[in-house]
T-cell receptor, first 115, second 113 residues
Framework: DQQVKQNSPSLSVQEGRISILNCDYT??????FLWYKKYPAEGPTFLIS?????DKNEDGRFTVFLNKSAKHLSLHIVPSQPGDSAVYFC??????????????FGQGTELSVKP | EAQVTQNPRYLITVTGKKLTVTCSQN?????MSWYRQDPGLGLRQIYY???????DKGDVPEGYKVSRKEKRNFPLILESPSPNQTSLYFC????????????FGPGTRLTVT
């Protein structure tokens, strides 16, 4: 059962426009949500995160929105640049007391920003 | 430079031949983890370790073993690899568990024939 879902395998956007990547989750116990970016032949790199007690976090061109009632989060990139072309993974964090924790990843969305 | 290293980066092997993928981090992180990435499935956690000598199963542990004898190293062992373990493997580390960002290695592409 996929607890974190990214339903769009790919997204194509024109340079300078907004990119919106979406992610849905099922477990209301998730306490942190993170976005990772992955270029080919490299490992994922952390992009931005949001605590479950907040509804928005902004870092430069990147903003993450969390809608807990809908169990939905989104990543906005404004303005989009060709260098943003990559696979974006949404991840949710689940901390078990005294048992460590885990990150549960979505399937990824491949963003292509066209000049 | 803070980093997570994995070796080898590419490996082709045959069914049943034991192999080890090494992982090392130089950030003094307590938490380390192994993931596999497969098309349409994203990244799935295989095993994780909260600290030295403390390891636990992730979501897809079958067919894998790990050990954490030193803080910096977290090798992944496939005792008897099978073709369904053909995948892209990533090691990751973080200062603590949960919401802390994890730093990923460059990946190991494994093919089992």
């Amino acid at each position: 059962d996929q607890q974190v879902k990214q339903n769009s395998p790919s997204l194509s956007v024109q340079e300078g426009r907004i990119s919106i990547l979406n992610c849905d989750y099922t477990n209301s116990m998730f306490d942190y949500f993170l976005w990772y970016k992955k270029y080919p032949a490299e490992g994922p790199t952390f992009l931005i995160s949001i605590s479950s007690i907040k509804d928005k976090n902004e870092d430069g061109r990147f903003t993450v929105f969390l809608n807990k009632s809908a169990k939905h989060l989104s990543l906005h990139i404004v303005p989009s640049q060709p260098g943003d072309s990559a696979v974006y993974f949404c991840a949710a964090s689940l901390i078990y007391y005294n048992q460590g924790g885990k990150l549960i990843f979505g399937q990824g969305t491949e963003l292509s920003v066209k000049p | 430079e803070a980093q997570v290293t994995q070796n080898p980066r590419y490996l082709i092997t045959v069914t049943g031949k034991k192999l080890t993928v090494t992982c090392s981090q130089n950030m003094n992180h307590e938490y380390m983890s192994w993931y596999r990435q497969d098309p349409g499935l994203g990244l799935r956690q295989i095993y994780y370790s909260m600290n030295v000598e403390v390891t636990d199963k992730g979501d897809v542990p079958e067919g894998y073993k790990v050990s954490r004898k030193e803080k910096r190293n977290f090798p992944l062992i496939l005792e008897s690899p099978s073709p369904n373990q053909t995948s892209l493997y990533f090691c990751a580390s973080s200062l603590r568990t949960g919401g802390n960002e994890q730093y990923f290695g460059p990946g190991t592409r494994l093919t089992v024939t």
